[in-house]
């Protein structure tokens, strides 16, 4: 099973602020690594997929890097509706399909 | 658009079973794999139980092997997941999710909002 880990745990962040979210896999998943946002009492919506696509309808200030083990989602300016918790999830190897811990973006 | 319903949640007993139901609409259902997903309260996302579109290959979380089982019905534009030899741990919101048009590898697109099953004597 391709562990997931994804780094710090909580960022605190100001509002027009960068924020930069790590994602580690235990070994390499290529490029199929996506990233997803999730809002309290909601479900997760896709963000990234395939490392650096963004989704339909995803703003350009989240952008995806990365390829095999390491990946990074950035946000270039935070927005009010930013603040939320991110997982990234490995599909390059599965089942199982791995998600990572989570990222909760707070504000500062 | 794309819509995903889910239901049947509710409160069981440890041991006991249930029958979750999603909904799809706004796609063609039959030419997408879907998946089950959960989220136990205040944790993170746990991948449960995929299905390809015709269901050929199904696959399971070793946590769930052999007490859930992963349905579809096409025509009805409907997936299940029928739970069985429920635990505490299995506690959760459900959430029944699409995998993008991508090949080869596909992410989950699209999310319904989750029903929430509770296992609790």
């Known amino acids: 099973e391709i562990v997931m880990t994804q780094s710090p745990a909580t960022l605190s962040v100001s509002p027009g602020e960068r924020a930069t979210l790590s994602c580690r896999a235990s070994?390499?998943?290529?490029?199929?690594l996506a990233w997803y946002q999730q809002k309290p009492g909601q479900a997760p919506r896709l963000l990234i997929y395939g490392a650096s696509t963004r989704a339909t309808g995803i703003p350009a200030r989240f952008s995806g890097s990365g390829s095999g083990t390491e990946f990074t989602l950035t946000i270039s300016s935070l927005q009010s509706e930013d603040f939320a918790v991110y997982y990234c999830?490995?599909?390059?190897?599965?089942?199982?399909?791995?998600f990572g811990q989570g990222t909760k973006v707070e504000i500062k | 658009e794309v819509q995903l319903v889910e239901s049947g949640g509710g409160l069981v007993k440890p041991g006991g079973s249930l029958r979750l139901s999603c909904a799809a609409s706004?796609?063609?259902?039959?030419?997408?794999?879907m998946n089950w997903v959960r989220q136990a309260p205040g944790k993170g996302l746990e991948w449960v139980s995929s299905?390809?579109?015709?269901?050929?290959?199904?696959y399971y979380a070793d946590s769930v092997k052999g007490r859930f089982t992963i349905s579809r019905d096409n025509a009805k534009n409907s997936l299940y997941l029928q739970m069985n030899s429920l635990r505490a741990e299995d506690t959760a919101v459900y959430y029944c999710a699409r995998d993008a048009p991508v090949v080869p590898a596909a992410p989950i697109d699209y999310w319904g909002q989750g029903t929430l099953v509770t296992v609790s004597s």
């Open positions: 299905i390809s579109s015709s269901s050929s290959y199904i």
């Open positions: 999830q490995q599909y390059n190897n599965w089942p199982p399909r791995t």
């Open positions: 070994q390499s998943v290529s490029s199929n």
């Open positions: 706004g796609f063609t259902f039959s030419s997408y794999s």
